[in-house]
């Protein structure tokens, strides 16, 4: 029975002699080996020693009247204590010391209330220095405080060691309380200096532990130790750290750090630093390490708990630590970080963070970082980071979000630094929500020699990525991100990027990028192949704003390949100079860009600067490489308001003139509908200045194409450049191109431009100034123009539309084939043209049209030569009916001399008036002919060379003229001419030089020829040539009547001639008719209509 009165108090501080490693000691001692026991009521040391080396010392009272247990143990006693009788304090204060270290043995125990430890008090434990065998074992220091137990001031310790040079296992620190604190420098230590083990920590607290000003708990291997540190095991309701305290596990010799397990009922806190100068801190901290010159693996840190904090400076670390001007680096594993949380896990503020390091010099593997939290905020500087800077690779990153994860101002980051040999490690999250702001990060790089690792983000619901954040000097800026890079000097290959959400924004300069990183003034550019980018987002996928953009880039100077993007979405809307880029500007290729779409996709708009909302895949001028190949497939797409998709070869640097390269290819497969709409809008590809290669294709297959208001789809030779424009393919139900806009491929250099085909199922339709070009654009290309071919059901071209083939430069023009089902129909003032322009060399192509019904009214089409070569031959097959008619009036505002009330309509195949080769022969098939008011199907030479032939066969050829003013004739003409429109008053560009050249023949075979009201077939010279011949075969009849009853000045005859003007210096051709009737019918003009 103990008296809750009797209090026990020991305050010796006398001599006692030495212990067993020869140490002087003081205060109450009993022999090595036995047991001091100091029972009572409140128990109180003040400045006194208690020792028992080897053996055993209990401290405890009760201050309720009750019993306590003896039992013993050999000469070794030890107390039990009643459960539900209130236990007495123990103070131990004023460097009050309880020592028990020996040849083995040793043990501590306290039973209290409350226990205090003060101004460098302590509880000692373990093996004496020098003492022990490899069989030797410490005692273990227990404390059981039901209330509470305070540690406080520099020095004071509850501490079991090895000590140097002693052999053996330390013993075990167990601490069961209601709360404990730490503070001021106190310590909870488990230590090996010699050859052992370091005991394990274990303690419980029913409500809080809290550290505070530099309280520290650790368990450690000395730097000349060989064992392992012992495991720290915390269950509480609540942890607090603060102002430099640490929880911490290290070796600093041969053997493992330990294991740090925190169990939390509620918060784990870790918060702030103490200042040790303005160039140092001392960091509150979670520690597991290998320092420098350790060999061995680090521990784990385990946490769970209600919540997780770390601000101000708190910190979580696992690594193996970097080499000193003494010590090599630590060789090991580094520890993981496991932390499972049911509700937030917050990092906060600049130097707050979760790391694990494989630092400078080291060889082995850095730790893990796995988080599971209902929710995890990091702001304003915090980091979770991986990182491997010695031999070896990082540690993994793996988070686990049930509702969101938000970055501001903050990384989560896994690298390879400087002067590493490894891999990064990947970075794993899953969460419900993603949200990264304000130059908020998710990256993996390599800067060393080693792969950057790869991002893998799973979000239930959304991922953002918005804004950029401006440093105080306003001279630096830090985009929102999501990265995976080779730097500059590095070698290695950059990870991939997989990002899976229900919805994704890229707003506001935020970017995602994989690459390899050019040159810099110190570093030579990356080496290595650049990531992927696989996007996956179940709804919509949006990227908006200046500088927001997912690229794929291979820098200047790096060697390599530029990486891939992939992106399947519902729905893609790029605006407001957002792009997707995949480039080259070192030695390697251009990645390719893969975007496929359940629903639309949308690039619409530009942003202040004028750059476009698009897609582009570009080989830079100091690259050496080809351009990637860039896939949409969606079930609409549309490129709005400069919205563009780029394939470009850059021009070619002045180091880098002839260099060979091939542009990317861009498909297209659109479900719906494709439009093209606004200017600077559309698909272009091109091939620069001093490039020698192949220009991109475009292949696009549309449900419809719609291309309005200035759109383009464009593939073009560059001036300087040498080889081959793109090609353009387009498959689709429906083509409609308006108001201006164009499909075009062109040659500016030297080389051929690419072929354009399209097959549009139902019709085409071209209006308001649009057209579709291939063409030698410039007066310095070199090359021929590519074919144009066309299938389709209905072709209708308006509105000074046109389709053209031709050449500025030298080379040919390029052949025209249309195939429409039903019609082609071209209207008011529109063109369909292969030709070879004035100051041009080269021949013009051929153009063939077959359809079941040709209508052109007041519109003229054919193939011409106004420079040097031969015009293309022109060939017409209409099932159906073949209807010419109109003329083309002078635009309002045109004020040359050409043309000075317009140009005939029809058919022409032709050497114009500076041209100089050979006209190209016409020829229609169909089952009716009409020709009309100013039209004509003519084959002649206005300049230097043989006019062509024409060929017609039509079941019934009707030729007339109505009573609308038409200031040219009307029928079927070959010749040679000085002008065919001279009664309608136009100039003689030849200045009074006639044209040289032979008329070519005429055949026309029919069942019936009508020609009346002052239409003609004629064959004529009026320049230095022959006419050619005129042969006409009728089976049925030929009908040759009337005047022409328009407002003219001179009327027209209807009639069949060939002749020689009295200008020309050759003959007429003769003129054959074969019919069972021929009628002609005179006019006396003296009795024509009066015209008002």
Not at 549 to 570: C, F, H
Request: charged share 15%; aromatic share 4%.
């Amino acid at each position: 029975q103990i008296s809750q009165n009797a209090a026990i108090q020991n305050n010796s501080i006398a001599p006692a002699g030495k212990d067993p490693a020869g140490v002087d000691v003081l205060g109450l001692r009993v022999p090595d080996g036995k047991s001091l026991l100091l029972v009572g009521g409140n128990v109180s040391m003040d400045g006194g020693w208690a020792i028992a080396n080897g053996g055993h010392i209990e401290l405890g009272g009760l201050t309720e009247p009750g019993s306590i247990g003896i039992q013993t143990n050999g000469d070794n006693f030890s107390l039990s204590f009643p459960e539900g009788v209130q236990r007495g304090d123990v103070l131990l204060n004023n460097r009050a010391i309880v020592r028990v270290p020996g040849n083995g043995g040793g043990s501590i125990t306290v039973n209290a209330r409350n226990l205090n430890i003060l101004n460098g008090s302590e509880l000692f434990g373990g093996i004496g220095e020098g003492l022990g065998n490899a069989s030797t074992q410490a005692g273990d220091i227990t404390v059981d405080a039901i209330g509470q137990i305070n540690l406080a001031g520099t020095d004071s310790l509850i501490f079991n060691s090895v000590q140097s040079q002693a052999i053996g296992n330390a013993g075990n620190i167990s601490i069961k309380t209601g709360s404990l604190e730490v503070t001021g420098g106190a310590q909870i230590n488990s230590f090996t200096s010699g050859r052992g083990n370091a005991g394990n920590i274990t303690i419980q607290a029913k409500d809080t532990i809290s550290f505070d000003g530099v309280g520290i708990l650790s368990s450690g291997v000395g730097s000349n130790a060989v064992g392992n540190a012992g495991k720290i095991d915390m269950t509480t309701g609540s942890l607090s750290l603060r102002n430099g305290s640490q929880i911490a596990t290290s070796t600093r010799g041969k053997g493992n750090a330990a294991d740090i397990k925190i169990q939390a009922r509620d918060a784990v806190t870790l918060d702030g630093f103490l200042p040790f100068n303005e160039k140092s801190s001392l960091f509150t901290a979670l520690i597991s390490s290998v320092e420098a010159g350790a060999v061995g693996n680090g521990g784990n840190i385990d946490i769970s708990g209600s919540s997780l904090s770390l601000t101000n400076g708190g910190k979580i670390l696992v690594g193996i630590d970097k080499k000193t001007d003494v010590l090599s680096g630590g060789q090991g594993i580094a520890g993981n970080v496991n932390i499972n949380v049911r509700e937030a896990l917050t990092i906060s503020g600049s130097n707050s963070e979760i790391s694990g390091a494989l630092d400078n010099g080291t060889i082995g593997r850095g730790g893990d970082i796995k988080i599971h939290a209902g929710n995890i905020f990091i702001r304003d500087g915090g980091t979770i980071t991986t990182f491997t800077d010695g031999n070896g690779n990082a540690g993994d990153i793996f988070i686990t979000s049930r509702n969101g994860i938000s970055l501001d101002k903050s990384i989560i980051t896994n690298l390879v630094l400087d002067e590493a040999i490894g891999n990064a490690g990947k970075i794993d999250i899953i969460t419900g929500s993603l949200l990264l702001t304000n130059g908020g990060q998710v990256s993996s790089s390599t800067r060393g020699q080693g792969n950057a690792g790869d991002i893998t983000i799973q979000a239930k619901d959304t991922v953002t990525v918005d804004g950029f954040q401006l440093f105080d000097n306003k001279n630096s800026i830090a985009y929102t991100s999501i990265l995976s890079d080779v730097d500059a000097g590095a070698v290695g290959n950059g990870g991939d990027i997989d990002i899976t959400a229900g919805s994704f924004f890229l707003t506001n300069g935020a970017q995602l990028g994989v690459g390899v990183d050019g040159k810099t003034n110190i570093l030579r550019g990356g080496q290595g192949i650049g990531g992927k980018v696989n996007i996956n987002v179940r709804d919509t996928f949006t990227i908006s704003g200046t500088n927001s953009k997912i690229v794929g880039s291979l820098g200047a100077g790096a060697i390599g390949r530029s990486g891939d993007i992939n992106i399947q979405a519902g729905n893609l809307f790029l605006k407001d100079g957002a792009q997707i880029n995949s480039f080259s500007r070192g030695q390697g290729n251009a990645g390719n860009i893969n975007i496929t779409a359940k629903d639309a996709v949308t690039f619409d708009g530009t942003d202040s600067n004028g750059n476009e909302s698009g897609l582009f895949s570009v080989v830079g001028e100091d690259a050496i490489g080809n351009g990637g190949t860039v896939s949409i497939t969606s079930g609409s797409l549309s490129l709005n308001n400069g919205g563009t998709l780029g394939i470009y070869v850059s021009n070619a640097s002045d180091a880098l003139q002839g260099k060979k390269a091939t542009g990317g290819t861009a498909n297209i497969n659109v479900r719906d509908a494709f439009t093209i709409s606004g200017e600077e809008s559309g698909i272009f590809a091109s091939l620069g200045s001093g490039v020698v290669g192949t220009g991109g294709d475009v292949n696009i297959k549309a449900g419809n194409l719609f291309i309005q208001d200035s759109g383009e789809i464009s593939s073009f030779l560059a001036s300087g450049a040498e080889g081959r424009g793109g090609n353009v393919n387009i498959q689709t139900g429906n083509l409609l191109i308006k108001n201006g806009s164009i499909i075009n491929s062109s040659t500016y250099g030297t080389g051929n431009s690419g072929n354009i085909s399209i097959t549009a199922l139902n019709a085409i339709s071209l209006d308001s100034a649009s057209y579709i070009f291939n063409s030698a654009e410039s007066s310095d290309a070199v090359g021929n123009a590519g074919n144009i071919d066309i299938t389709t059901g209905s072709l209708n071209i308006a509105n000074r539309s046109g389709i053209s083939a031709s050449t500025l430069g030298q080379g040919n023009g390029g052949n025209i084939t249309i195939e429409a089902r039903d019609l082609v129909e071209i209207l008011g003032d529109s063109r369909l043209a292969s030709n070879v322009l004035e100051d041009a060399t080269g021949n013009s192509g051929d153009i063939t049209i077959k359809t079941g019904r040709l209508i052109v009214r007041n519109s003229q089409i054919g193939p011409s030569t106004f420079g040097e070569g031969n015009a293309g031959n022109f060939k017409i097959i209409a099932t159906d009916s073949v209807e010419l008619s109109g003329q083309i009036y002078k635009r309002e505002g045109d004020n040359s001399s050409e043309g000075s009330v317009g140009f005939p309509g029809g058919l022409f195949a032709q050497i114009d008036a500076f041209g100089k080769g050979r006209g190209g022969n016409l020829s229609v098939e169909t089952r009716r002919l009409s020709v009309s008011d100013g039209s004509k199907i003519q084959a002649a030479t206005f300049g230097d060379g043989d006019a062509g032939n024409v060929f017609i066969r039509a079941d019934e050829i009707d030729l007339f003229e109505t009573e609308q003013q038409n200031f040219f004739s009307t029928g079927v003409f070959a010749g040679v001419q000085t002008d065919g429109r001279t009664e309608a008053g136009i100039i003689d560009f030849r200045n009074g030089r006639p044209p040289q050249g032979n008329g070519g023949n005429l055949t026309i075979q029919t069942g019936k020829l009508s020609l009346r009201d002052g239409a003609e077939i004629f064959a004529e010279t009026t320049g230095i040539g022959n006419a050619g011949k005129i042969s006409i075969l009728a089976s049925e009849s030929i009908n040759v009547s009337g005047i022409s009853t328009g407002a003219l000045e001179r009327q027209r005859t209807s009639k069949i001639t060939a002749s020689a003007s009295e200008r020309s210096t050759g003959n007429a051709g003769s003129l054959t008719i074969q019919t069972p009737l021929l009628n002609v019918a005179m006019v006396d003009l003296s009795v024509a209509p009066v015209r008002e």
